[in-house]
């Protein structure tokens, strides 16, 4: 019988290849296989013998099932690491393309700041691009005879109301040709206009919002005046504003270094400079110190190692009380950035036009 | 604009203080700085020196030989310079002396005369670019000196950014810029002598239409007036602060205008008709030549001072050409007046006149600013012509001054809002040395007048003092301050977060890329497909014409867009979300101007039926995953639209929908606007609505169990016609599949044989299970025999069946 098991044994060594095996398991353990016939035979002995000799017959089974077994998961282990062996990638091939869109580079850095302006607690708002003098210019404290209120500044639309009045009464469509309209500057204004910038959501903002508040509103912005590689007629800015009941400069001041942090991504030096926009007072420039060359001065700032960063200041009484607000009572803070700056400055794109481009090839490096 | 500083020194004593240091604080403290310029230094190796004579040069008929006197040594040299005259004092340079630019000067032969020195214009010394003769120095000029301690040659220039000083009336000349210099550096300001000498003849008749055009008008008459040039000092100062010399009468006005930042005019008094000023409105049409030789039609919004006859000056912007001064002018009229602000600003900009003098009476100026510039005018008429002198009385038209505002303000807010604590004494100290007048009352508020040339526009409330403290005690020494935190947190604004959803989904999961485009379609891309972009707003000033109307439509952009990448790109995927504009009621009493998406693809190379169908579904497909990520309920784009767009391909267009109401269309572009737009292949628009989708139910998403049993799912492939809507036909299988039905999706169409001609073939897969069991082939078999069944019965085909 160990000369059976050693056979076997033997065999099963020897085979190396999951076919071989399987040829050694039919040869011992197959229909017609040596076991598998011994134990067939068993029932023409007597039944002690029977007993005896099935037992051992049994154990030699199990035995050679456990060295298959075994063997098969080494031979098995030993083709897979043949395959293994054999088997190239080339890893310069490049990874198969999936179709992945492109955000606007504005759109990159107008979320980012709508980000950080919400873990800042601020509410992110929406206002209207097409808005009235009242919210453009009066309630910001901006005089009728301002010089930004002038025609080459604002792009101001016609009444439709009174187009339509006039289509009406003419029995024609009333429209007057592009000279025409041009060459009527001493009429004046209609109320309605393209927002010159954010400030308008100031005052709505004011109206709605419960107090005290912060909110930052972006946004599309019109100019008019003409193109060139560093002026648009159409551009982005964004806004912000803080009303409480007690609002210091240095308030605004820490406000502004938090934001430009997360901005910038690390802690940038500032300065205040004095500067006037009507709708606050006191009013500033806020200068960053140059991030290209760090103070020592460059091209970029113009050798003064500060570049001009954005307008803020503590919001003008008259300005309060147009968001009907009592000015003895909520005191606030404002500021107003160029998003579309701030996207020149973080791609180091050449020229401003570029962003209403709708150029693919442009997007497509976002 | 700009300022020297030696000239700021003739009003505040200035003496031992860094210009340079004293420019850095004036940024941080008044107004941005665009520029530091140091003039006339290294000009050490320059003497003056008198011409003792001038010869003819033997051969060069352009040159001559001068003689100059260097004080007790007499040196030669040759120069072809014209304004050369005996006895005047002139820069010279001797050589082995090094001049800034130029090096260390040689000694030349020049055809046969040897030339120890170089005498100088201004422009060789760097002093200015006149490089049209030598510099004449005065006459008393010590010679043989080093030139700096002879002559004020060495200097800073600052230049002022004007827009920084908008509001600053004040800050427009030496003497307001010397107040500031002298209140931020503690130093002393001169006071400016008002008092002059007048003649005893009559005054001129003044007369003044309306107070509130001109709050004061000052003239008075001087004779015995020489024209001739100015004399160096104030030709240096003019051109030093970018103005250019003519005549010494001309030259005094605007050195008065830039010392004490008010505009004079002087004209010539014979062609003052009839010995009278009368400021008047232009009548309409009123013809006008400026003295720069320009005509202006004039009209009655436009400020005139006019004689018994005629206009003789457009208030405030610029002199008449007849009434200027001329060489031979011997008596003179000086005009020293403030003008309403906005009618100077609305001159100046209709007739494209902007001035010297606009821009500082646009500011607003201080109706007690004039007497002070005809003091200083009167004093020097005579330093610059000798022997000119006032001829007549001073005629003084005055509206009633406006009290100056006093304003009370507690000094413990003046440091909470600011953040710093500054005391009473320091902030009345402060507004003090800015020439306030401040009391302090019994309980410590301060009562503060503001000075006349603060007081026409600049500072009316405690805020405003708050700044002047502020700016002076400097900004630099305010610390950040955290603001006070505010409790709860803040809803996020739902508009902004649908168009970020929309826009991550349309590139990230779309694969489009994100373009942005101007509020104004193009009229030449309208005019040129034919398109009518419907009722829109208009604008009224136009910077060209192709910018008219404001888009009422994103689609028509996307076309545009669609011209220019197409020359480059074969094939892209484009969308922008942005607000349109309709001239219809919208809420807050504005035009309604919901925000819209617009999606544009494009395939240069789907030019055959099936290649624009695929981009169709693709788009389509693009389409419905948005809205279904977006969590609405039955997004669906099957419908016709009602009314296609222009652009829009009428077959090929179909309404975008949720919950059943239309929020959008989505079309193929028509290919006759492909062609005109010279673009080969297709391309596909969808427009949304994202005001009306926000409007719209959102579903909330439930958890359902995942099934045990398997599923079986079967294919039917229906024969339809060409022109026929599959989509209607999965009503129809979920209505006869039975209850084990659990999903029905489109698989593919078939057109050719055996199809007969004019059908095609759709297959549907159909997905079986229960929740309970494994089902049966028979069972599932059934089910698909009704659903055959029903469409045989509809008259519907199977293949295979």
Known sequence: MDDLWNEAQAQIEAATTSAALRDVEVAWLGKKGRITVALKGLGALDPGERRERGQVLNRLKRDIEDALARRRAEVSRAEIEARVRKDRLDPTLPGLPVACGHLHPLTRVLEDVEDLFERMGYHVMDFYEV???????????????????????????????????????????????????????????????????????????????????????????????????????????????????????????????????????????????????????????????????????????????????????????????????????????????????????????????????????????? | ????????????????????????????????????????TGLAGVRPARIASLDAHPSEPRWRVVTLDLGGREVRCVSGAPNLAVGAVVPVVLPGCELPGVGVVKAREMRGIASEAVVLSEAEMGLSDDHGGVLILPPTTPVGVPLPEAAPVEDVIFEVDNKAITHRPDLWGHWGIAREVAAMTGRTLKP????????????????????????????????????????????????????????????????????????????????????????????????????????????????????????????????????????????????????????????????????????????????????????????????????????????????????????????????????????????????????????????????????????????????????????????????????????????????????????????????????????????????????????????????????????????????????RNATHTPAFGVFEVGRVFYPEPGPDGLPRQPHHVGVLTYDRGASSSEAATALFRRLKGILLLVLERLDLETPAADEPAGSPKPWAHPNRAVTVAASGRGVGVLAAVHPAVMQALDCPGAAVIAEVDLDAVLALPRRTRAFTPIPRFPSVQADLSFIVEEGARAGDLVPMIRGHAGHTLVGVEFVTEYRGPPVPAGHRSVTFRMTFQAPDRTLSEAEVRESVARVVAAARAAGVAIRDA
């Open chain 1, 131 to 366: 808005e009235d003098e009242f919210h453009n210019f009066e309630a910001l404290n901006i005089p009728a005879d301002h010089p930004a209120r002038d025609l080459q500044d604002t792009f101001y639309l016609e009444d439709w109301r009174d187009r339509v009045a006039s289509a009406i009464a003419t029995g024609r469509d009333g429209l007057p040709t592009v000279t025409e309209r041009n060459a009527l500057p001493t009429r004046p204004p209609p109320a309605l206009l393209l927002r010159t910038h954010t400030s308008p959501g100031q005052i709505r903002a004011m109206r709605t919002l419960p107090r005290p508040f912060r909110a930052v509103f972006p946004g599309r912005v019109y100019r008019f005046e003409a193109t060139d590689a560093s002026h648009e007629h159409t551009f982005h800015q964004v806004e912000g504003l803080m009303i409480d009941r007690s609002v210091s400069v240095a308030n605004l001041l820490s406000a502004m270094m938090t934001m430009l942090e997360g901005v910038f991504g690390r802690r940038v030096e500032v300065r205040l400079r004095p500067g006037y926009f009507p709708f606050v007072e006191p009013g500033f420039e806020l200068d960053v110190r140059c991030l290209v060359c760090g103070g020592r001065g460059c091209p970029m700032c113009k050798s003064s190692g500060w570049v001009e960063f954005l307008g803020c200041g503590l919001v003008h009484p008259n300005v309060l009380r147009a968001g009907d607000l009592d000015p003895s009572e909520w005191e606030g803070w404002a500021f107003g950035v160029g998003l579309s700056r701030l996207a020149l400055l973080r791609y180091g794109i050449d020229d401003i036009r570029w962003l209403m481009s709708a150029d693919v090839r442009f997007t497509r490096q976002f």
């Open chain 2, 1 to 40: 604009m700009k300022f020297t500083w030696n000239w700021l020194k003739d009003f505040a004593d200035l003496d031992g203080l860094d210009p340079l240091a004293v420019a850095d604080r004036f940024t941080l403290t008044v107004a941005e700085l665009e520029g530091v310029e140091r003039v006339g």
């Open chain 2, 192 to 563: 400016l002598d008002e008092s002059f000498p007048q003649g005893t003849v009559e005054a001129l008749r003044v007369i003044v239409d309306d107070p509130a055009d001109c709050p004061r008008y000052l003239a008075m008459g001087y004779a015995g007036v020489r024209v001739v040039p100015s004399p160096f000092q104030i030709a240096r100062r003019l051109r030093l602060c970018g103005m250019r010399p003519i005549n010494n009468v001309v030259d005094l006005t605007n050195y008065v205008m830039l010392a004490v930042g008010e505009p004079v005019h002087a004209f010539d008094r014979r062609r003052i008709r009839g010995d009278v000023i009368r400021v008047r409105r232009a009548a309409p049409g009123e013809p006008f030549r400026t003295l720069d030789g320009q005509d202006h039609t004039l009209c009655e919004d436009d400020l005139l001072i006019a004689d018994a006859e005629r206009g003789i000056a457009l208030a405030g912007v610029m002199g008449g050409e007849e009434s200027g001064i001329a060489d031979d002018t011997t008596d003179v009229v000086l005009e020293c007046a403030t003008f309403h602000p906005g009618r100077i600003r609305k001159t100046s900009v209709r007739h494209g006149l902007r001035t010297e003098s606009s821009a500082r009476f646009e500011k607003s100026l201080d109706p007690r600013l004039p007497p002070k510039a005809m003091a200083l005018f009167t004093r020097m008429l005579a330093e610059v012509s000798p022997g000119a002198a006032p001829s007549t009385r001073v005629a003084d038209v005055a509206a009633p001054a406006a009290d100056l505002p006093r304003i009370r303000i507690a000094p413990a807010t003046v440091s909470r809002r600011l953040g710093v604590e500054v005391p009473g004494e320091r902030t009345a100290a402060i507004l003090r040395s800015l020439e306030f007048t401040v009391h302090t009352a019994p309980d410590g508020v301060l009562e503060v007048q503001v000075p006349s040339h603060r007081a026409t526009r600049d500072i009316s409330i405690p805020e405003d003092l708050i700044e002047e403290v502020g700016r002076v005690v400097g900004y630099d020494h305010i610390p950040p301050v955290p603001p006070p935190i505010i409790e709860g947190h803040v809803p996020r604004d739902p508009m902004r977060a649908l168009i970020r959803q929309v826009r991550h989904l349309l590139a990230f999961a779309g694969g489009l890329d994100e373009v942005m485009t101007y509020s104004f379609p193009s009229e030449a891309l309208l005019a040129r497909l034919r398109l009518d972009p419907g009722p829109s707003l208009r604008l009224r000033n136009t910077l060209s014409a192709d910018h008219v109307r404001l888009r009422t439509e994103i689609a028509h952009n996307l076309l545009a867009a669609l011209e």
